[in-house]
C-alpha cells in the first residue's frame, strides 16, 4: 500500500505544472500581472487549464473579445463542458461576439450531454 502510495505521489509530481501553480499563487494574492506572464506562457504550450484561467481574467478585466476567442479555441479542441458552457454564455450574452442564440443553443446542449 504504502508502495502504491509513494508511486502515486511520483507520478502526480511529473505532471504537477509548476508555472500554473505559481500562476494561481499570484492571482491569490492579487499579483495579476505576474499572473498573467505565467498564463500566457503555459497557454502557448497549450495547457488547458492555464487556457481557461487565462480566459477568466481576460473576461474579468472586461477583455470579452479575447476571452471569447480563447474560450472558443479550447472548447475546439477539448471536451471540457465547464468551458463550453463558458462560450455558450457568450454567445447568449453577445459578449465578445455577436449575440446568437443558436450558436448558444449548440454549446449548452453539448455540454449538456457531455
Known amino acids: ?49 492555464a487556457q481557461n484561467e487565462l480566459g477568466n481574467m481576460y473576461y474579468l478585466d472586461k477583455k470579452n473579445k479575447k476571452a471569447f476567442e480563447l474560450y472558443k479555441e479550447i472548447s475546439n479542441k477539448y471536451n471540457a463542458s465547464f468551458i463550453q458552457a463558458k462560450l455558450a454564455y457568450m454567445y447568449s450574452s453577445g459578449k465578445g461576439t455577436e449575440r446568437n442564440y443558436k450558436k448558444a443553443a449548440k454549446w449548452y446542449k453539448k455540454t449538456a450531454f457531455e
Open 1 to 49: 500500500m504504502k508502495r502504491l502510495l509513494l508511486i502515486l505521489l511520483l507520478i502526480t509530481g511529473l505532471f504537477a505544472n509548476e508555472n500554473l501553480d505559481k500562476a494561481l499563487e499570484h492571482i491569490q494574492k492579487k499579483e495579476y500581472k505576474q499572473a498573467r506572464v505565467l498564463l500566457e506562457q503555459e497557454s502557448k504550450k497549450g495547457d488547458k487549464e
